[in-house]
């Protein structure tokens, strides 16, 4: 609490003071501060005034990904990376450079296996700034069903005034394909030999051209 009294002004610029040093560890919004209560020389007070103080913070999320940059590259025993931005959707800069982690849930189990290392940085973000990063390599990869995911500001957090911190993550299922696996057969069909698609018309009892392409 803090309280002055000053005695018989000789204007209102003399009532003006110093209230100290504050730190708002508040959810970010709008707070309202009873702050002045005037009382004259016959003791009669008035109402309390207030002041508003606007609580801001930054707010990190994954705006894009993780997904891998050669979706080719997603054979059994093959290696990929992956790519992903951070995005800071507050509304107060992040001032500090701050880590980011991809890691992997080998068969989506609801257990991460796998961090994928070296972790990317990202230098302080202003209010509605993004950062494209890139994991490690993530090499002899087994095939499967596995769940990747990118979170921010993690390991080690730095950017302290984050106040919403369960969305720094963002996830995505990938399927890893077996190194010995069957062919796949896909074929287009057409009048012309130009535009190929599944299905012709053809009139019955009339002759018609046919042109068939092979997808590898």
């Given at each position: ?37 005037v009382t004259d020389s016959k003791g009669i007070a008035s109402s309390v005034d207030t002041v508003s103080v606007e609580v801001i913070a930054p707010d990190l ?6 997904f891998p940059s050669d979706s080719d590259a997603l054979v059994e025993k093959g290696s990929v990376t992956f790519e992903g931005a951070i995005r800071n959707q ?127």
């Amino acid at each position: 609490t803090f309280e002055r009294v000053v005695s018989s002004p000789t204007s209102p610029d003399s009532c003006s003071t110093s209230a100290g040093t504050f730190t708002f560890n508040d959810r970010p919004g709008t707070y309202e501060y009873e702050v002045l209560k005037v009382t004259d020389s016959k003791g009669i007070a008035s109402s309390v005034d207030t002041v508003s103080v606007e609580v801001i913070a930054p707010d990190l999320v994954v705006s894009d990904g993780p997904f891998p940059s050669d979706s080719d590259a997603l054979v059994e025993k093959g290696s990929v990376t992956f790519e992903g931005a951070i995005r800071n959707q507050g509304d107060a800069p992040t001032g500090a450079t701050f880590n980011n982690t991809f890691k992997i849930d080998i068969g989506n189990d609801g257990t991460y296996d796998t961090i994928l290392s070296p972790n990317p940085t990202a230098a302080g973000l202003a209010v509605g700034a993004e950062k494209d990063v890139v994991s490690g390599n993530w090499t002899n990869i087994p095939a499967g069903t596995h769940k990747v995911t990118l979170c921010a500001d993690q390991p080690n957090p730095a950017v302290s005034n984050e106040y919403y911190i369960d969305n720094n993550c963002g996830s995505q299922v990938i399927t890893v394909l077996p190194e010995n696996r069957s062919p796949v057969a896909e074929v287009g069909i057409s009048t012309d030999g130009v535009v190929y698609g599944k299905s012709i018309t053809g009139v019955r009892g009339q002759k018609i051209d046919i042109w068939l392409h092979v997808d590898q």
